[in-house]
């Protein structure tokens, strides 16, 4: 359906129930909607979406998926055309499938009113648009996630660490601002059992950082932050990738050395969330967390509560873009409206719901990303934490690397940095022989695909 016809069914279905009456319509209306688990979707069915349905008369159902099945089921149900879901959950890099079945949101957004300049930037660059569809508005984001650096405020503050801290690196003991830094943090807090902590007798080994090592997306998670915190882009303008630059082989040997000499064994079998509950526990000094594991990282019953301090990623010294903070993955997602004759109706649901409610949204969904969330008072007063943890996640938000609009996006560079990382983490290459890998295959991957010759 083009965008005429789409218009031209929104301007129908707005005929109609100017004919009928909004009531009247309202109670034919059921908004049908595919959703990832989280705390977001909790929120939209066991909120929203009656809250919605008292106000309106209009019924929202949403339907979660598993996480594994979300993308083939929603890909079966819109290619079909059974009209099976007027929204889905839209990840940015799985919009290529979704291309000819969602509708153009700008008529809806001037319509309704929806604010498009209260998200950040590049949120908007990677959430809301697309070059498969130019000049069209094709989501808008519910979840929009970034990683964030935490830290053990009360053992960096502790004057007996303090003392040996500068006393081994001739600086005083704070917050990482570098890569290197947190090298020295990591490695000056990575301790076993029996050894002094903070003015106490370790019952437990305590290392100095974690994230996630797992094989696959684990430790691409992990590592790109530190290749994409050098400045390297992966290609140019001309896709002459640039993945082959020293610096690409410095942030392999960080990284691996990093990795193998202050995260715990258990690291390599994490995956995104996991792993937190060491920090809870008062098992990690410092670690990369990403914003949906604050509740775990603050639980009233743990040691860290109360002690945690947030911040962006490190920046990597003299990297090639002049960044002064860490550039991180920016994941979550969002929805789209499928191309179905509640367009419409599901867009206003959408509206109301992220907009009109947008304090409320932030207080069930757990979910940060606008510029009211992050000045609101009362959530930031909603929890003792919030008052440091939201002011650091709207920094974080400010530089984050966005996935490029190509459909060989996936394959050239987020698997190419799992191929890479892998081989140079476990020894099997050296860093130069994969990256040498990795720049030939990217080379014959545009090749193949005719942006080169």
Known sequence: MNNL???????????????????????????????????????????FAPKYEEETGVKVIGEILPPNQLRDQMSIEAIGGTGRWDLGYHSPGWFGTFVDHVVDLTPYIEETGFDVDAYPPLIVESHMKSDARPGEIIAVPTTPAAPMLIVREDWFSHPDEQAAFEAEFGRELTVPDTWAE???????????????????????????????????????????VVLYSTGVQGWDENYEPDI??????????YFV??????????????????????????????ATMWPQGVGTVEDPDGDAVGNTGYSPLPAWEDNLAGYEQGTPFLGGGGVFVF????ADEAFKFLKWMLQDNEVEWGK?????????????EELRNLRPYYGKFLPAYEQVLQSVFIRQGIPEYGSVMWNGTTDFITDVFSGDLTPEQAQTRWANTMTDAFRRAGYVE
């Open 5 to 47: 016809t789409r218009n031209g069914v929104a301007g129908g279905v707005l005929a109609l129930g100017m004919t009928l009456g909004t009531a009247a319509v309202a109670q034919d209306v059921t908004i049908r909607w595919a959703l990832h688990p989280g705390a977001e979707a909790d929120a939209v069915i066991n909120y």
């Open 182 to 224: 947190l090298r020295e943090v990591a490695g000056f807090f990575t301790r076993e059992e029996g050894e002094t902590l903070a003015g106490e007798t370790l019952e437990h080994d305590v290392y100095g950082w974690a994230d996630a090592l797992g094989a696959g997306a684990g430790i691409t998670r992990s590592f790109i």
């Open 244 to 253: 082959d630059h020293p610096i690409v082989v410095d942030a392999a040997e």
């Open 257 to 286: 050395d990093l990795a193998q000499n202050t995260a715990p064994r258990e690291a390599q079998n994490w995956g995104f969330l996991e792993g937190l509950e060491m920090f809870r526990d008062g098992r990690l000094a410092t």
């Open 339 to 342: 191309d179905t004759p509640n």
């Open 364 to 376: 069930q969904s757990e979910q940060f990303s606008t510029a009211g969330h992050f000045q609101s």
